[in-house]
Each structure stands twice: as C-alpha cells, then as structure tokens.
C-alpha cells in the first residue's frame, strides 16, 4: 500500500463506510473515496454519531470565528478607550498650563500698564493677555495709553501663552478625534457582542436537538465497528481459502526470508518491481496468489480471534488487551514483543510501507514524540489494534502516524534502528487515544494568513464524499493565489508533494503537535528548516485536489486531525477520547458520582469515589460538587450568560468528563479545605491547573481536573 496518499480522521473513522453525504462544499479538498459502505441495514438511521459529531464541529468552528471576531474587536475598543482617555487626560493638562501661561500674561500685561512700561505688542495682542485678568476691559482707563506703555519685555511672555494655547487646543482636537474613534471601536464590539450571544442561542437550541439523537447514533457507530470488523475478517477468510485452494501448504517462515532462495513451485511476490522478503507466491488458475508463512497466519488469526475484547491499560488479557498486550499475543509464541513500543522498534527488521503484508507489527509515533502505539496489519489499510479510543480491540485504519512496519519473521534487523525518545506528552497519546487538552501558549501562536486577506471557508468536520474519510480534516481560507502563507508557530519544516495537496508544508512543533499548509503555490522553505511563528513559508495556491484559490490548514495532536478554531481561537484546544466530541458524549458512555446527577468519564469517576472517601474519612463529610461534565448545549448557554468567565464551547474539559467544580471550603483559596485538596487531590489523579491557581490567569479554586496520578 502508499501510505503517502491516505488522510487518517480517527475521531470519525468510519465516516467513509456512511451512505449519506452533504454537498459539497466551494473551496474544499477532493479526495476520492476507496472503502465500500456497509450493508444499509446499518446505515438506515436519521443521523449518524459521525453526522453529529460534524455538524458539533460545524458548530465550533463558527462560534469559534464569531468569537475571535468579537475578541478581536473588545481588544481594540479597550485599546482606544485607553488612547481617548490619556489624550483627554493630555488635553486636560495642557488646557491648565495654556490658562496659566495666559493668566502670568495678563498679570505681566497688568503691571506693565500701572508702571507704564512701553510694548511693542499690538493692540489685539494685548487685549487677549489682558482678557484673563479683566472680565471687563473698561476697568483699563485707556486703553490706547496701555498699549504704548507695555515693553518689549513682555513679548516673550505673550510668545509662551499662544504656543500653550495652540498645542492645547492641538491636543484638544487630538482627544476628540480618539473619543470617536473609541466610541465606534465600542459600537463594534457591542454589535459583535450580541453576535456572539444570538450565534450562542442558536448554538444552544441546535445541540439539544442532537441530545435525544446521541444514544442512537453512539450504537450505529458501534454496529459500523462491528461490519467493519467483520467485512475485514471475511476477507482474510477469504485469502485463506483461495490459498488453500492452490494446495499449497503454508511453509516455515525461515524459507521465506529470502526471495531469491524460494522452495520449488514459489516464486517471489513483488512490488513495484522489488520482491517482497518473508513471503512467496504461487500461480494458480491463472492467477498470483500470495503464499505467507504459518508463523504470520496464525499471528493474524490470534490477532483476530481477540477483535471485541475490552481495552484496558497496559492489559495483556485474557480479559481486556492495551495495545502493546494485543499485539504480543498475536505474535506468540512464535516471539514475544518487549514489554514498551520504543523496545520493538529496534529488536525487528523494518520493512518499506509500500510493502506493508498483513500480520506486519506497525508503530505509530514521531521522531518529537516517541512511540505511543502499535498493532498488526491487514490488507487495504487497516490494522487490528487494541484502541483507548474505541475502548476495545478493533480493525481501525493505519493511522498517519504510522512510524515504521516490522516483520518479526525477518529476525533482527541488519542495520542497527534506534526507536525515538518518549517526551513527557506521549503518554497522551497512548494507544490511539488523544490528549484531552493541549495548550499551545496564546501568545506564540498567530493566524496562517494576514488579517484582511482571506475568508472562512470549508469547515473542519465538514461532511462530503470528496473526502477519503467522508469528512473534512482541516479549515480552509479562501483567498487569492500568491497571498503570505505563514507558519502559526515555531518548529522544523517538512515539505511533501502528495497528490491531494500539490505543495505541502508541514511543521513539527514537537510533542505531538503538527500543522499542515494544503495547495500552495509556492514553497519558500526547505526541509529541516527551523521557522519562528509568522514567518512566511509559501503562498496561497490551487495545486493538488482543489476546488479554487484557498489554503488549507490542519492541526494535528498525535497524528489525528482536530479542530483548528480553538486554536486560532485561544491558543490552546480539547481533542478528545472514545470518538466523542466535546459535550456530545451519549450517556451510556459515562458514569455517575451518585449525587445530583453529576457524570464523569469513567476512570475519572472512578478516581473521584476514591478522592472523596479519603476527604470524607478526614473531615467527617462528603466532598460538595456543584458541576461535573457539561454537554456542548449547556457549554454555549453558560458562555451566553458569562462570556468572560467561561471558556470557549468545545474547548472544555467538563465536555470531556474530566473536570468538576467543587464547593464547601474548596472554593476559596487557603481554607483547610483547599489546602487538602492541593496536598491529597493528586495522589487520586485530581489536579489544579496553572492557570486556576491563585495569581493565574483566570483564578478559580473550585475547579479541579483529572489528570494522571502521581505514580504514573
């Protein structure tokens, strides 16, 4: 297989097996479709999981843009408040040195006139210093008497006094002119303001909708796992069959390891003209079928035969399988894997991916991240892998961070493989899961294209048969060939020429965050380049599989394709786990605090019973819970009511089911209460975050997360 021209979507993977499609979209991605839809027995519901979750992603993305906007916009308007205000300030100042300047004038003017002093001003020269000082000029007996007796010495006086009255009223104008501009930048925000809100209500209205529509679709997605795990066996059955059909009997793996020592009647199997070490081939019927060896078709029967099983971490069965424990046991007892997926990388002989076979040990990771999964392939770009996503074994598809394939029938490898470092960030991605959250630092990451130069087009989660997974993996920005495309934030380039994209750039942030740049039209870096956030790295383009002029951006955590717009939005962005999207999480897949309703994740609950039995066992009462995981719907509704206070919907990890708001002393800083919780809380798995802590950027004490326990 070309693992070059495949577009992984793991948070709808079988988006490709759904019969019904939206239209498509001005400005999107083409990419033909290769998977056959299911049998309609299960296609034949009013909205699929996938649906939903694109049409949640939808959604995001549009709220999201309405809430840059109007952020935006709030910034400015704070901006030119504060301008107006200290150019107000300013004039204010200058208006009382200007008086002050004048009244020493007229004072000046006065006591020259009583002493007779000669000046050379002229007449309305003086009647302005003396018209501070006297309300009514008549109280001068004679003016013209006054205005030959001033001296030349109070020339210089006058000179001040009308310079601080030209730069006062300079500064004057000066303040009116940024008072309307603040006034306006205030109108705009407010009209943005109440964008946001109305797009929240609809936002709100439209996700109940989908409430009722959750539980149904989360047991479709369920039943395509299952035609998916079925069709995949059927047609390894189905080899099976043909090559039993050539009476060839599967011989030992050692006589296939050299395509140029065959046994009598094999002959090698070839790819793109290279032969293919570890298996043969036979003519049978008029045709070339392939011979593999007993050891792999009984590693991909045990492989098989544990499709279904529960997941569980580090889990090596009978009962659940983690992923490094499935694929060890399909490979018994022929070889037993090391017991972490950095240590097979170097024990195996890798092998092209051109020539990936099925019972093949693929590793997925990245050189930034480490290795954080592995499973056993299949033909037409599948694998069985026990998934934390999926919660089970399963026939997935071979994601795009495919690391390298090894054939354990090859024996070690001949050159020696050196397997990446893990980072700190790898054990979020464990096993086809995602982290949950991953904040990039708002101020480091900045937009792919200059404000004013392009539009919000095609959506990340964007429906259509265009797509090879039946859904769009990025968000496209219209705008016109040869604009600056530049990089969102620092990292090392990586350019490619896939047929999809034409010119591709794509950029390693390092701890599993990537960022990809579709259809340029230019290149203006190189491979291996090191890039600061904004530098330009192409332009604009229509190359590759293109509708018309648009850049096609994509964020991906991992390997997996997520939203862009909360990152574009605020820096950082919520991803996922069990295929679920923020706040559309079906009942059925969490579990109760028993009390008030409250939810969590599962392990998340789990580990909160034992957090509150420790708090109960020491204070003598049980922990108070005032939120626990939040649906999408009521996300929006709180950020309609506490814009400034709540976060982005979608980009919650109460969506996620791993976040809860505590009361009853918790939510003050330095209580007794408090001070248990940040000394004890994490020894169940339940932290504080940075940003809540006292002095952080949004100080909020009652909210505690799960996250992964002090012994991990």
Known sequence: MDLGKRRGLRLAALGTLLAAVAVPVAHADPSPSATEPPPASVTDVNRSLEQLQAEAAALQADFAKATIAYTKALKEAQAAEAAAKKAESSATVSKGRSDEERRRLGVITAQAYQLGIPTVMGTESMLWSLAPVAENLQEIADRQTAITQLGNTQVSQYQRARAAEVESDRLRGEATTKRTAADQAAAKAQELSNQVQQKAADAAAAMADQTADLDVASALSQQLQQARNQQALARWRAYLTELAATKVAPPAAAVLKNPAKLPAGLGPLTRRGAAIPGVASVAAGGR????????????????????????????????????????????????????????????????????????????????????????????????????????????????????????????????PQVAPVATSEAYAFRCGNTATSYDVGSGSWTWPLPDGTYEIGTPFGQSGAMWSTGLHTGQDFPAAIGTTVRAVTSGVVRVEHPAWAGNLVRIDHGNGLETLYAHLSRVDVTDGQQVTAGQQIGAVGTEGNSTGPHLHFEVRLGGDPVNPMPFLATGSASTGWGGYSNGMIPAGKLCALGSGGHMLRCDAAAAYARLAAAYRAHFGKSLCITDSYRSYASQVSLYQRKPSLAALPGTSNHGWGVAVDLCGGIDKYNTTQYQWMKSHAPAYGWLHPAWADQGGNREEPWHWEFGNPASA
């Open 288 to 415: 070339t079928v392939r011979v593999m060896s007993a050891e792999t078709i009984r590693a991909v029967n045990q492989a098989f035969s544990l499709v279904g099983k529960p997941y569980g971490v580090a889990a090596t069965g009978p009962d659940k399988y983690g992923c490094l424990g499935a694929a060890r046991v399909a490979w018994q007892p022929y070889t037993t894997l090391p017991n972490l997926v950095g240590k097979v990388y170097p024990d195996y002989q890798a092998v092209p991916n051109a020539q990936i076979q099925p019972g093949d040990i693929l590793v997925m990771g990245s050189k930034s991240l480490g290795l954080v999964h592995i499973g056993i392939a299949l033909d037409s770009g599948e694998m069985i892998a026990a998934d934390e996503a999926k919660g089970a074994v399963v026939v997935t598809t071979i994601p795009d961070n495919l690391y390298a394939a090894l054939r354990p029938t090859l024996g070690a490898p001949a050159k």
